[in-house]
């Protein structure tokens, strides 16, 4: 069973996710039962679905979770689009959340490759 703490997708994804929180605090309280709820559950379901997956046995279920994982980081992609579209951030944050994705979503697809290359016991904890 790999710790999921120890894998760098999971420490990147954790903090994209403080990130949004922090952000979506701003937004105005209309939004905080809506899109704001929107981007922090997405978001926080990286994270989560990453874990999830390390506690599974097997490669084929780990890679499944870094699939979901995957899904709900392209759902956050678009909530971002929206948020900025709607002006409830700067395009500055924007910019800088949405290089963090994309590097996170070459992350996980990166992690997803290896882990039905090899067994789950061999993946490093220094992923790319």
């Known amino acids: 069973m ?4 120890d894998l760098q997708v999971w420490q990147r994804a954790h903090s994209l996710t403080l990130s949004v929180y922090r952000l979506t605090s701003a937004f105005p309280a209309q939004e905080m039962y809506g899109l704001a709820s ?3 559950r ?3 379901s990286i994270p989560a679905n ?4 390390c506690g599974r046995d097997g490669a084929r279920e780990f890679a ?9 980081a392209s759902e956050l992609e678009y909530y971002l689009l929206l948020a900025s579209d709607l002006h ?4 500055a944050d924007r910019d800088k959340l949405a290089v ?4 996170l979503q070459k992350m996980l697809a990166s992690l997803r490759h290896r882990v039905m290359a090899a067994p789950l016991s061999q993946i490093e904890a220094h992923d790319s």
């Open 2 to 5: 790999q710790n999921f703490r």
């Open 42 to 44: 997405s978001c926080v």
């Open 88 to 91: 409830f951030m700067a395009g």
């Open 38 to 40: 929107q981007m922090r």
């Open 50 to 53: 990453i874990a999830e997956g």
């Open 64 to 72: 499944r979770f870094l699939e979901i994982a995957r899904g709900s």
């Open 100 to 103: 963090d994705l994309t590097e």
